[in-house]
Each structure stands twice: as C-alpha cells, then as structure tokens.
C-alpha cells in the first residue's frame, strides 16, 4: 500500500528559531512530486512547497526548503526564522502513479511568542 | 470572487437524509475533486472528475455520488447520510491533473451527522 508517514503529531518552536517536520513515504514509482501543504486554523489548504523526484537539487522557497532523500524516501520540511503566522497544520503528500494525492496525517506546528 | 467556493461552509444533518454539498470553482480548471479529512488523517480522496460528464472513483466513494454537468460545478451528493460520513469536506481543483500540478483548495464543509 502506498503511505505517507508524518511521525511528528505535534512540534513546537520558539519565534525566530528554525524547525523540521519530517515525512516519508513509499511507493515504487521512480518519477513522482512530492508536496507540503499548509492548514491554518481557517483550514484552508495552501500549498507550501513542491519537489519533483527526478531532480537532486532541493526545492526553497523564501524561508521554506526540503531535504530530499530519495533513497531513503524521505522529503522533510526545514522552516527557518519561524513566524507566528506559520503555525498550522503541515501535510505531505505526493502524487501516485494515477496523479491523485497520497496524504499523511499531518504534523501540528505551534510557534511559542 | 475568483477562486474555489464551497457551500455550506457548516451542515448539520440526520442520518438517512440526502445531503449535497456544493463546489464551484471560476479557473476553467479541468480536474476537480473531493477529499474528506477525518481527526487523525490526511485527506482521503472521494472521487474526481477530469472534464465535465467524466468521473472516477477515489480511495472512498461508498455512500457518496458526484456528478458535472458543467465545467465550473463538481457537486457531491450524500445519498442516505450516516455517522460516519461526519467529517470535514474540501473540494479542489487543477488545470490539467498532470503528478506535478498544484491543486487549489476550496475552504472546506463542515459535515456533521445526527
């Protein structure tokens, strides 16, 4: 079966500091994208970052980056200079061979002031 | 306003009842889909739709019935309503439906079954 495996619940973080929330996952494709999303307490699902598998470089994005590690099928979140507005709900997921999204549970952010 | 909307944005209901939720979406986009998100999951996908009077099935479709007359509407229908349909529903959308896309989100119904 194909997972994700968010095994954070929960992280928290002091404003200012620099956190990762970490994902893996399985599956037999070789060419695939990974995502993370975000889920604000509005529960809008805005996505956050998106690498694709075929590449080595890491995807950024301002103060968001992954680590991607194919072989080990792990593709954590890095967010750096943590803000208050960041707190939400984290979600990975990637795109199975049909194009439909696979999705973890979900890890809880929480920015300590 | 441009975007993906949903309506209700809350739903109270009773089991049995017929209960739809609304989806509606101003991109022209050609995928759209519906997720639920259950406490202590990611969001499980219900059906999709590639272009207007085409659907197919997701992870969990028992219970549930969409249909696309038009482009811009992905309904989803709850034919009979049970307990374990409560759950909160988003409705998504993208251009093309290609692995690389971004789906776009609409803000979500809140299901709750008596």
């Known amino acids: 079966a194909q997972t994700v495996t968010q095994s954070q619940p929960e992280m928290s973080v002091q404003e200012a500091e620099t956190v990762t929330l970490s994902c893996t996952y399985d599956t037999s494709e070789s060419d695939y994208y990974l995502f993370w999303y975000k889920q604000p307490p509005s529960r809008q699902m805005i996505l956050v970052i998106r690498q694709e598998a075929y590449k080595q470089q890491n995807a950024t994005e301002n103060r968001f980056s992954v680590n991607f590690q194919k072989a080990a099928k792990s593709f954590s979140l890095k967010i750096s200079d943590s803000q208050l507005g960041d707190a939400a709900m984290y979600f990975c997921a990637y795109t199975d061979s049909n194009y439909q999204l696979i999705w973890g549970a979900g890890t809880k952010l929480i920015i300590k002031p | 306003d441009a975007g993906i909307t949903q309506s209700p944005r809350y739903k109270i209901t009773e089991t049995g009842r017929q209960v739809t939720l609304m989806c509606h979406q101003t991109?022209?986009?050609?995928?759209m889909f519906w997720y639920r998100q259950d406490l202590g999951h990611g969001l499980r996908l219900i059906y999709y739709s590639a272009a207007a009077d085409i659907t197919d099935k997701g992870e969990v479709p028992d219970g549930y019935v969409v249909s696309r007359s038009k482009t811009e509407n992905f309904p989803l229908t709850l034919e009979s309503a049970t307990r374990s349909q409560t759950s909160v529903y988003f409705c998504?959308?993208?251009?093309?439906?290609?692995?690389?896309?971004?789906?776009?989100f609409g803000p979500g119904t809140r299901l709750l079954v008596l």
């Open positions: 998504a959308s993208s251009e093309w439906g290609t692995a690389q896309e971004t789906q776009y």
């Open positions: 991109w022209s986009h050609s995928y």
